[in-house]
């Protein structure tokens, strides 16, 4: 089965409809009448989610109208979820050189200063985007997070969750304890603020690219039709100017002209304003999960040095992406790398969240500073 039919499965089943998996790729469901009425079926239904539908079945991709009903279907029901992972946590065999592999550091210096199993807990929000322009867009974003040290799971996510999907969840006694949150609430509000824009501009940048050309090629055409109209009219003031003194009827023609320009030259902004409007872009994005995964790990405790001050910091290997995360950015939480250390509070952060000022020029921190540039006052992009 897909994703989206073992999907819809679990969840007619969950909400005490009858269903039958059918070739290809197809469910036969019997509805009771609160599953017919949040999702508009009829009592006996075929449901398709695949390129090939089974006999008199009805399509259902993620633009389907039928969705807008799952979110009254399954209402709080598996919006906060916790599995519990046991997979095998092996011994690192060389840590050091894993480390690295993985740590970018420009500006400091780090030594290892040990390795133990530990527990820990990823939190995973999973969302919905819809984008509108002249196109329609949706689909899902992820963005996870260890909530032992702040760490994103940039580049092990995808591994993450399908080896979670693969490993039975277990009962755990004693229960591992699980990390509070590495931020306070209204600091990690505005910490998804800043990284989820980036991270949904990632998912839809070639949807974005393909819009800017239709938009650019959709301006061109305008400018080019336009121009030829200017053109013209100038063409026929400038004979006119050549004459040299002007009757009465030449005069009028040469204000016609002028005129003529004015209107074309007004009715050009007006279509480039429409243009603008029809490829205008709207984003929203909806919450639709948060997936707490608890199992073990392999921490690495590294001692980072900067001139004169240093801090500890741990990191998680972890055994089912059989992958180090990296070092955040301690402003933006970007997938980007290096990382840079400042001087003031040792952050970590990008070298764009370490760089010059655009006002003044002077380098400051960002997570040190996220109001304003302590030199001139402006506020950071």
Request: aromatic share 6%; proline share 7%; net charge neutral.
């Amino acid at each position: 089965m897909n994703q989206l039919q073992q999907f819809f499965a679990k969840l007619l089943e969950a909400s005490g409809a009858a269903v039958e998996v059918i070739d290809p790729e197809g469910l036969e469901v019997l509805a009771p009448p609160s599953v017919q009425q949040a999702l508009g079926l009829p009592e006996w239904a075929r449901l398709g989610f695949g390129a090939e539908l089974p006999n008199h079945a009805q399509r259902i991709t993620l633009e389907s109208q039928m969705m807008e009903g799952v979110s009254a279907l399954l209402e709080e029901r598996g919006r906060h979820v916790r599995r519990v992972l046991a997979p095998g946590n092996p011994l690192l065999a060389n840590p050091e050189r894993i480390l690295e592999q993985n740590l970018d550091l420009r500006n400091a210096t780090y030594r290892l200063e040990g390795v133990a199993p530990a527990w820990t807990c990823y939190e995973i929000l999973i969302l919905r985007y819809t984008a509108i322009s002249d196109e329609k867009r949706e689909g899902i974003l992820e963005f996870g997070f260890n909530r032992a040290n702040g760490a994103t799971l940039d580049g092990m996510l995808p591994e993450l969750l399908s080896g979670a999907e693969a490993t039975q969840s277990r009962p755990i006694s004693p229960m591992p304890a699980i990390p509070p949150l590495p931020w306070e609430r209204l600091q990690f509000t505005a910490i998804l603020e800043r990284t989820l824009p980036l991270r949904l501009r990632r998912h839809l940048e070639s949807f974005f690219n393909g819009m800017s050309r239709r938009q650019e090629r959709d301006l061109l055409r305008l400018f080019s039709y336009h121009q030829d109209l200017r053109r013209e009219a100038a063409s026929r003031l400038a004979a006119l100017a050549a004459r040299g003194e002007l009757t009465e009827k030449q005069q009028a023609e040469q204000a016609r002209e002028r005129q003529r320009l004015d209107a074309i030259a007004r009715e050009y902004q007006a279509k480039v304003a429409d243009v603008r409007q029809k490829y205008a872009m709207k984003v929203d994005l909806a919450w639709l999960q948060t997936l707490e995964l608890v199992m073990p790990t392999q921490r690495l405790t590294v001692r980072i040095k900067r001139r004169k001050g240093e801090r500890q910091f741990t990191l998680d290997w972890n055994p089912l992406a059989h992958k180090l995360e990296q070092l955040p950015c301690e402003y933006s939480y970007t997938w980007e790398r290096p990382r840079e250390v400042c001087d003031d509070a040792l952050h970590l952060v990008t070298p764009a969240a370490h760089g010059p000022c655009p006002a003044c020029g002077r380098p400051f921190c960002r997570a040190c500073h996220q109001a304003k540039c302590p030199e001139c006052g402006r506020v950071p992009d």
